[in-house]
C-alpha cells in the first residue's frame, strides 16, 4: 500500500471536528493511505510516507458534497430566465417544458449532458454528487433517468413527483397513483432516495403523504422539495416522515423552524435558486441559531437555478443569508453529507474517504470573499487526482 505526504497546505480544513468554527490548521500536511485519509495535522509533526506531493502553499478543503440536483434533461430554459428577471415570476409549469425535451432525447444525449454538468461539478469541486429524476414523467422515462443517473452519480432520488404531466392534468389523482403504483416499482431498483415536490401547482399534502408512505414502505429513504414557493406543509411532512432533508425552506414559519432543530432531517438549502428566480432568501441565521442542521447545494436544473458551481452558492449564502465562511463551508461539505446520510465525506478526519479541492488561495475564506473566481486548482476524490 503506497503512501502520499501532502505538503505545501497554507491552511488545511478536515471538519473532523463537528464545530464549524473549529477552525484550520495552517501549515499543515494530509497523509493519504488506500484511498483514504491516514493523518493530518502540522507539516513539522507529519509522518513519512512513500510519496510526497508539494501544493505549493494553498489551502486544502474537503470536496463539496452537492446534495441536492436535477441533472438528467435535456434542453435549456434561457428564455424563461430572460423573462424572469424582467418581471414574469418563476412558477412549477416551467418544469413541463424540460420534461418534452427529455422524453425527445436520446439516452446518449442524455448521459453527455449529464457527463457535461458533472464534470463542471467536479472542476469546482465537488466530489460528490446527488442528482434526481423528474424531467420524464412516465415509467419508462423516469426508470430511464435513474438508470442513467446511477451511471454517473453516487445518490439517486426518485421524483416522479415532479410536476402533474401535461397528459394527466385533469386526473391529477390517477397520476398520483401511477407514482406511488408501476413507477416506484419500476424506478426503486435504481433509486436510494424518494423526492416529492411539495407546493402549490405541485403536489399537496395529502397526495405527498401518500407518495412517500408508498416509497418509504419500498425501502426507500426521502427527502423532500418544501416551502420553496410559500408557507406550506412541505418541512413538518419532512420531519414527520423522518426524511433525511428538507429541501429549499424559503419560507418557515416558527413552528418550521422547531420542527428542523428538533429533528434529524437536515435544512438543505438552496441559494442559487433564490438568485436565480429572484426570491427572497430562507432565514438561514434563524435556523442555525435553533440548532438545525443546514446543507448547502446548487439545485442545479435548467429552470430555477442553472448552476454547478458549490463556490459560487457558498459565496451568495454568506453574502445574502448572512451565514459566516465557516458556516457556508461546513454546510457544502458536512452538511451535505449529513443530508445523505453520508459519515465517510464531506470532512478529513482519519479514515474519511481522501476527497478534496485544493484552492488557488490561502485560505477557504476567499471562496466567499473572491466571488466568480475560479479559485478550484485541483481536485483528489479516492486519494487520486481527478479530472
Ligand atoms: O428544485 N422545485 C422543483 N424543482 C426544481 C425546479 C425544476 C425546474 O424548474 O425545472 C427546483 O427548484
Ligand atoms: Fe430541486
Known sequence: MTTTVFTGIAELTTHADADPDAGAVADAALVVADGRVAWTGPLSQAPDADERVDLGGRAVIPGFV?????????????????????????SAGGIRTTVAATRAASDDALRANLKRLTDEMLRQGTTTVECKSGYGLTVEDEARALR???EQVEAVTYLGAHVVPAEYKERPEEYVDLVKGAMLDACAPYADYADVFCERGAFDAEQTREILTAAQAKGLDLRLHANQLGNGPGVQLAVEFGAASADHCTFLDDKDIAALAGSQTVATLLPGVEFSTRSPYPDARRLLEAGATVAIATDCNPGSCYTTSMPFCIAVAVRDMHMSPAEALWAATVGGAKALRRDDIGHLGVGARADFAVLDAPSYIHLAYRPGVPLVHRVWKNGTPAG
Not at 452537492?66 to 418563476?90: I, K
Open 66 to 90: 452537492d446534495s441536492h440536483a436535477h441533472l438528467v434533461f435535456a434542453g435549456d430554459r434561457a428564455q424563461e430566465f430572460a423573462a424572469r428577471m424582467t418581471g414574469t415570476p418563476y
Open 148 to 150: 442513467l443517473a446511477r
